[in-house]
């Protein structure tokens, strides 16, 4: 059975820091492009981050310098570094696993970015 667990979410203060992580089962994990999205309340669910198979990472241009995707594949999870968090911020952040073939999706976590 294919899951994707996210975890890490929260409430922080502007400037703050999270650590999000995605935990994989079920599925051949080290061969699966692993993206983050988000999606605010009322705005479209858009892609936040990405990390290939190779490891090679891109994002969007909102969150660069300030996120880090990495994964680790004997542990079958994906984290998100998230640093100087902003308002803007605030989004459900789920997991997505991607192959030519299937693609996966996490229940979500949630990010609340507020004094």
């Known amino acids: 059975q294919v899951q994707l667990v996210e975890s890490g979410g929260g409430l922080v203060q502007p400037g703050g820091s999270l650590r999000l992580s995605c935990a994989a089962s079920g599925f051949r994990f080290s061969s699966f492009v692993m993206r983050w999205y988000r999606q605010a309340p009322g705005k479209e669910r858009e892609l936040v981050a990405a990390?290939?198979?190779?490891?090679?990472?891109r994002y969007a241009d909102s969150v660069k310098a300030r996120f880090t995707i990495s994964r680790d594949n004997a542990e079958n999870t994906v984290h998100l570094q998230m640093n100087s968090l902003k308002p803007e911020d605030t989004a459900v952040y789920y997991c997505?696993?991607?192959?030519?073939?299937?693609?996966?999706w996490g229940q979500g976590t949630q990010v609340t970015v507020s004094s």
């Open positions: 990390i290939s198979a190779g490891g090679t990472t």
């Open positions: 997505n696993a991607d192959s030519p073939k299937y693609a996966y």
